[in-house]
């Protein structure tokens, strides 16, 4: 079992659509989580940023974590063509000082 | 500079030879990522520096990866005797300090024919 895992997708949904991507991981000691979006052929663009469990919100994106079940969403409210990208969840923990990354789910937001 | 930097942007070498990677983190920056991805796979841990303690080298493939930061800022990244599975993105990140967010730069795309 890999440390986190993630549905590659492709997710595709219609313009305006909720979108909820999802990660589940193994390892407890995972306190800081990410959630990056990455573009054909670009780097990993920072998204949300949280510390330990709960949500987070900016703008038309909300992040929940929920250690409990070793578990994080993304959500994309009023989904854009423009929000067509990889979206990559990324974690560390106080012991380790590198981020692990899921694979990445392609989200395909169609006009 | 306003992001972190990776250049070149696209390097084709020839198996066998040695390439250097190059990245300019943001200034201020204490930590410094390289990552690796390859088609249709997530991004790879190779290397970690923070500060001036010695660097987290546990996600180096073999022994024909290196890398060093000078100066507590830019950051080379060398492959020696390239091998055609060394093909792929190569990443950098860095962040403020270890655990806070990291910003990556635009990464370089190594082709080894």
């Known amino acids: 079992q890999k440390e986190v895992e993630q549905d590659p997708g492709p997710l595709s949904v219609p313009e305006g659509a909720i979108v909820s991507l999802n990660c589940t991981y193994s390892?407890?000691?995972?306190?800081?989580f990410m959630w990056y979006r990455q573009y054909s052929r670009k780097g990993p663009e920072l998204l949300m940023y949280?510390?330990?469990?709960g949500n987070k919100e900016d703008g038309r994106f909300t992040a929940q974590v929920d250690k409990s079940s070793k578990y994080i969403s993304l959500f994309i409210r009023d989904s854009q063509p423009s929000d067509s990208a990889t979206y990559l969840c990324?974690?560390?923990?106080?012991?380790?000082?590198?981020?692990?990354f899921g694979k990445g789910t392609m989200l395909l937001v169609s006009p | 500079g306003a992001g972190v930097s990776q250049s070149p942007s696209n390097k084709v070498t020839e198996k066998g030879k040695d390439v250097e990677l190059r990245c300019d983190p943001i200034?201020?920056?204490?930590?410094l990522y390289w990552y690796r991805q390859s088609l249709g796979q997530g991004l790879e841990f190779l290397i970690y520096f923070q500060g001036n303690s010695a660097p987290d080298k546990s996600g180096l493939p073999s022994d024909r990866f290196s890398a060093e930061r000078t100066g507590g800022s830019v950051s080379t990244l060398t492959i020696q005797r390239t091998q055609q599975e060394d093909s792929a993105v190569y990443l950098c990140?860095?962040?403020?300090?270890?655990?806070?967010?990291?910003?990556f730069g635009q990464g370089t795309r190594l082709t080894v024919v």
């Open positions: 949280t510390y330990s469990s």
């Open positions: 200034s201020g920056h204490t930590a």
């Open positions: 990324a974690m560390s923990g106080q012991r380790y000082s590198t981020l692990t």
């Open positions: 990140a860095s962040s403020l300090a270890e655990n806070t967010e990291a910003f």
């Open positions: 390892n407890s000691a995972f306190q800081y």
